[in-house]
T-cell receptor, first 111, second 114 residues
């Protein structure tokens, strides 16, 4: 089945630093790809998605480009804020309509 | 439009008791999914339901766990005779009939088994 692998954390950055969280996928065809964010003690929120190859998803200053050449969907943000501290999950759909998640990457942003 | 609602948010049970977790999907959504998140891990799919039907329960343990989504009322995830290893966060998600790939998550129920 389809799967995603994301870089392990934690990632610790200073405020206004550039963020990259790597995610690669293994899939049959070109399924949609997602980034979810989980703030402490809360559920997952859909951050952005891309529905086909070469698409770019963006939201709240975050971006990710669906690259079929490198089978990647890396999450980027040009200038992180303390409020971005959270756990980020890469995900893709799988057979049976389930989502398959990466292990999560914890981001800590220091003032 | 209210989001996915789950209750209770926190649940404490002693070993051997039953846990009932409830999920109300977003308005207009007829597909419900349950996921489990163990401490410091990602989410793992458990079960996918539509109204009155279990579509895929391949991720759910065969014993002690059951799920339903009745015609009226919320979806229920039931864990009988809980053990300490059941301690986790349980998340419900829903999607509309036309867009099953984009799932919207509730705040979760954090189950602690003493």
């Amino acid at each position: 089945g389809n799967s995603v692998t994301q870089m392990e954390g934690p990632v610790t950055l200073s405020e206004e630093a550039f963020l990259t969280i790597n995610c690669t996928y293994t899939a049959t065809g070109y399924p949609s790809l997602f980034w979810y964010v989980q703030y402490p003690g809360e559920g997952l929120q859909l951050l952005l998605k891309a529905t086909k190859a070469d698409d770019k998803g963006s939201n709240k200053g975050f971006e990710a480009t669906y690259r079929k050449e490198t089978t990647s969907f890396h999450l980027e943000k040009g200038s992180v804020q303390v409020s971005d501290s959270a756990v980020y999950f890469c995900a893709c759909p799988n057979a049976g309509n389930m989502l398959t998640f990466g292990g999560g990457t914890r981001l800590m942003v220091k003032p | 439009n209210a989001g996915v609602m789950q209750n209770p948010r926190h649940l404490v049970r002693r070993r051997g008791q039953e846990a009932r977790l409830r999920c109300s999907p977003m308005k207009g959504h007829s597909h419900v999914y349950w996921y489990r998140q163990l401490p410091e891990e990602g989410l793992k799919f458990m079960v996918y339901l539509q109204k009155e039907n279990i579509i895929d329960e391949s991720g759910m343990p065969k014993e002690r766990f059951s799920a339903e989504f009745p015609k009226e009322g919320p979806s229920i995830l039931r864990i009988q005779q809980v053990v300490r290893g059941d301690s986790a966060a349980y998340f419900c998600a829903s999607s509309p009939p036309s867009g099953f790939e984009t799932q919207y998550f509730g705040p979760g129920t954090r189950l602690l088994v003493l």
